[in-house]
């Protein structure tokens, strides 16, 4: 008897394991499976490149941007800048990216097609051809934001908040998808990184855009914060050593005026002292003494969960785009913790992270999930697959929407970001400079992120420009232009 119900016991042991591993086989397949199928080690897709013309892939207004001719030969766009601007897009046929031409390969080379299709095919006598895909991004508008990068690393995104279409997506340096030979046998260089995508896997210290974490943080763990009013009376002082934030009285300083070896600062943008301030000021003057002070009083662990509810530390499985989400470290000292609050220390982001919690704000709260495939149209141009928006996740609740959007738009109005203003129209946004060096003659990185609060022009932006100094001064205009021509070419 007891024989039998071990025999029952272990048999429901193997049924429930069975169960775990099918039913986890099922989430990895959905998670991963578009990843797996446009890896360069997927043979399949290598195979039905030799019997099938690949289709084409146009821009969201019919630009083509890659062909393949009779021969089977893959074509791109004729002018060179164009190439260039939308290459990380487009991707490659080497398998070295993942742009369009691996994420849409079952499209592009039919692998979705149906048994009648085929057989038309066979029947007529005809090359098969694959689908024909339209994607979200304006070509000329990545074009435009290219240019704009000249000199410079970086990268340029801008969505649709509204529905999550990516309208332009940029970076420096790129790459020329028509090429690849050339890179391969030596008669081109490739300038160093220019296969990664800046914009949506570029990892760069956020710098003071992670004040927008920071205030969320406030918002959610420190109550009637936002009636409160804080001192910014100049650099907070910590012991070097153990990271211990000074008592005030203390003067950190030696007969001379230099700083004593026991101590460190914490500093605001040459050394200002911003006095009392709201906690809505200080996020329109980006008063680093403010936001320290904030982080030391949320504490390690809840900025943390704020960070993490923003997609910090976690991962991205985007149907139609590759991407990394930003990661926050440990904190261990009252200068780490305060550090990270401005967004130094060990922070780091991508643009399309940060997109995303701008385009949440711009949204009310909602970010929608980032598209990049507008429509696939098959035989005789009809089509079958359009654009379905949908929402990643709600990353902000309550109020901490409408509240973030009244600081940003004093920062464009009013502070740090006033470059960012676009005539006729009320621009949101948080600059960032990101030091990225102790040395002093290393230049930090420029961010900006915002948007048009409009319903007629959802547009959000993120620039990050590297090595070129202030968010204000650099990132800033930039993001003005490429708004402003979104705006007259109605990128829509």
Known sequence: MNTRRNIKGMLAVFVALFL???????????AYGAYWFASPYNTRVTKQKNTVLAGTIFDRRGLALATTNEAGERNYAADESMRLATAHVIGDTAGQTLGAEALFAKYLLGFDQDLGEQLSYLVSGKQRTGADIMLTVDAALSEYAYSLLEGYNGAILLMNYKTGEVLACTARPGFDPARMKDYATGGYTLAEGSM??????????????????????????????????????????FEKESGTLVNDGVNPYDETGALREEYILLRDHEDARHGQLTLEEAFIHSCNHVFAQLALEIGETNLRKTAESLGF???????ELVAYPGTYGDAETDFELAWSGVGQHTDIITPVHLCLITCAVANGGAAMEPKLLKGVSGMAGIEYKSLAPEVYEAFLKGNEAEFLAACMRGVVQRGTGTRAAVDGYTVCGKTGTAEVSSAKNARAHAWFTGYIDSDAHPYAITVIVEQAGGGGTVAAPIAAKVLERAVKTKAQ
């Not at 990892?203 to 004040?211: D, H, L, V």
Request: proline share 5%; charged share 10%; hydrophobic share 45%.
């Open 20 to 30: 775990l591993l099918a039913g986890y086989l099922v989430y990895i397949v959905g």
């Open 196 to 237: 990664v995508n800046r914009a949506t896997m570029g990892r760069y210290t956020p710098g003071s855009t992670f004040k927008i974490v920071t205030t969320i943080a406030a918002l959610r763990y420190l109550p009637n914060v936002q009636s409160r009013t804080f001192l910014c009376s100049g650099p907070l002082v």
């Open 313 to 319: 530390n976690g991962e991205f499985l985007f149907d």
